[in-house]
């Protein structure tokens, strides 16, 4: 299969290798230094594309990969409010995308499983829940993808939560916090160097603590969630989440 990168920062470069691994040609690779070259005719050249580029850039560059008739698979997060624009977008250009926060399969399982605890937590409404995610000082956007996700899944299962809270913690002195109320899923983004992702979900009580988490060694797995879904999507036309691939049910 023949592969458009978009994007050669830490992701693509990895996703390059993998995929080169997976027996995929690399056909055009777009960077900062190389806009220009993101034309629908050299996209044409690809049977997919994968978007790891920053939430600035993404938006115009699923637009581009639909009017060139080319699938992408987009990593990028942090333009989640633009999910309804960028699916209508694409189903009236009868084009194919797929977008998720997380491409690994362990965090695909984690998102299951999290949604299968908050289901039983829900009838233990003496625990308080919440999420933390750490990641590297270099993160643009807060909280993580991943951790939206982790929390849509409590809130949609946890009666006592209706939305969630992010507060950003870094090395910097602390901001005076607002107090939470009750009915808020407190997410607490810690930005740390060299991190490439943990995530945790929180159920504690005055008798014990439960704690689920995740820990990235590294971004391989991101990478290689990323090709299996170029490979997936690349002869469909449709806009799909991740867990459209993956099949979890048991
Ligand atoms: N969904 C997932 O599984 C997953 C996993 C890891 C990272 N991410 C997300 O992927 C994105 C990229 O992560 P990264 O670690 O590779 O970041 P990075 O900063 O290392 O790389 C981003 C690259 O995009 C380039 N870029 C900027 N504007 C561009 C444009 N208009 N067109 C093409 N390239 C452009 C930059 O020059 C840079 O090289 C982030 O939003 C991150 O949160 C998602």
Redesign the pocket.
């Known amino acids: 299969m023949k592969i458009a990168l ?8 990895i996703i390059e290798k993998i995929a080169i691994d997976r027996g995929h040609e690399i056909v055009l690779k ?4 190389n ?1 220009h070259e ?1 034309t629908v005719e050299n996209l044409q050249k690809a049977d997919a594309a994968i ?8 938006l ?2 699923i637009d581009v990969c639909i009017a060139a008739g080319v699938p992408v698979v ?5 333009w989640y409010d633009h999910i309804a624009d960028v699916k209508d977008k694409c189903l009236q250009g009868n084009g194919a995308v797929m ?6 399969v362990g ?1 695909n399982v984690f998102f299951k499983v999290n949604q299968l605890l908050a289901k039983i937590m829900n009838n233990y409404p003496y625990y308080d829940v919440q999420v933390e995610e750490i990641h590297h000082m ?4 807060s909280p ?3 951790a939206i996700t982790i929390a849509e899944g409590i809130l949609d299962n946890v009666a006592g939560k209706s939305n969630w809270t992010n507060v950003l913690i870094t090395d910097n002195p602390e901001t005076p916090q607002e107090p939470l109320k009750p009915e808020q899923l407190l997410i607490e983004s810690h930005r740390i160097d060299s991190v ?2 943990t995530h945790t979900v929180i159920y504690d009580s005055e008798v014990d603590t439960i704690e689920f988490k995740h820990t990235a060694h590294n ?1 391989n797995g ?2 290689l ?2 090709v299996l879904a170029a490979e997936w999507l690349q002869h469909k036309k449709g806009f799909y989440t991740v867990h459209d691939m993956f099949n979890f049910d048991i």
């Not at 777009?30 to 230094?33: E, L, Q, R, S, V």
């Not at 977008?99 to 690994?104: C, E, K, L, P, R």
């Open positions: 978009l994007g050669y920062g830490k992701m693509g470069k777009i960077d900062y230094d806009l993101l978007e790891f580029t920053t939430p600035a850039s993404v115009h560059n987009v990593g990028t997060t942090g977008y998720a926060s997380n491409y690994s965090v270099q993160k643009l956007d993580s993808g991943t490439p992702g971004r991101f990478a969630g990323a």
